[in-house]
T-cell receptor
Framework: GENVGLHLPTLSVQEGDNSIINCAYS??????FIWYKQESGKGPQFIID?????DKRQGQRVTVLLNKTVKHLSLQIAATQPGDSAVYFC???????????FGSGTKLNVKP | EAGVAQSPRYKIIEKRQSVAFWCNPI?????LYWYQQILGQGPKLLIQ????????DSQLPKDRFSAERLKGVDSTLKIQPAKLEDSAVYLC????????????FGQGTRLTVV
């Protein structure tokens, strides 16, 4: 599979602070990326996606940044809430359409 | 809109037994995936269907795993015989097509092989 890695396995933030979760990918041919959130006992839930022709995309309280030069992806969560506590995965489609490769995930702990 | 349905939610079997998981994707979704998620790891793609055809099964251990999507709607994943290392959550996902659209996941089936 593709090498989709995350820099930090666990991230702890204070409620109300902003969170930044990073992800490195190895395949320069990847042209579509997704961030997923996975809560305990549940399947991954789509958060936001970005295509390779964009550098930034914003959703509700979340922003994804894509740096193709260094093959780096980040997820920014504004005003982190306890409900944001989960494991976050980035996934890339590599060079195969919609064949998503996942990293090992970052666990986000939000402290009240 | 109904999500991806999977059953059963939990299954415990002894090694060398067989087991089957069922998935019903979101209505109208042509692409269906089966992923294996071992505890503490990200999901790993086992097989991808486009309608009733297999797009990729390169990471499916074909000596013991099989999957089908005969009518291009629901799908079954089977393991026979199971090994201890097959203990994992098996996730089914679907997407509208195979062209860069997000995949929606079911809740998964947690398999424990003892």
């Amino acid at each position: 599979g593709e090498n989709v890695g995350l820099h930090l396995p666990t991230l702890s933030v204070q409620e109300g602070d902003n969170s930044i979760i990073n992800c490195a990918y190895s395949n320069s041919a990847s042209d579509y990326f997704i961030w997923y959130k996975q809560e305990s006992g549940k399947g991954p839930q789509f958060i936001i996606d970005i295509r390779s022709n964009m550098d930034k995309r914003q959703g509700q309280r979340v922003t994804v940044l894509l740096n193709k030069t260094v093959k780096h992806l980040s997820l920014q969560i504004a005003a982190t809430q306890p409900g944001d506590s989960a494991v976050y995965f980035c996934a890339e489609n590599g060079y195969n359409f919609n064949k998503f490769y996942f990293g090992s995930g970052t666990k986000l702990n939000v402290k009240p | 809109e109904a999500g991806v349905a999977q059953s059963p939610r939990y299954k415990i079997i002894e090694k060398r037994q067989s087991v089957a998981f069922w998935c019903n994707p979101i209505s109208g979704h042509a692409t269906l995936y089966w992923y294996q998620q071992i505890l503490g790891q990200g999901p790993k793609l086992l097989i991808q269907f486009q309608n009733n055809g297999v797009v990729d099964d390169s990471q499916l251990p074909k000596d013991r795993f099989s999957a089908e999507r005969l009518k291009g709607v629901d799908s079954t994943l089977k393991i026979q015989p199971a090994k201890l290392e097959d203990s994992a959550v098996y996730l089914c996902a679907s997407s509208l097509s195979f062209l860069n659209t997000e995949a929606f996941f079911g809740q998964g089936t947690r398999l424990t092989v003892v």
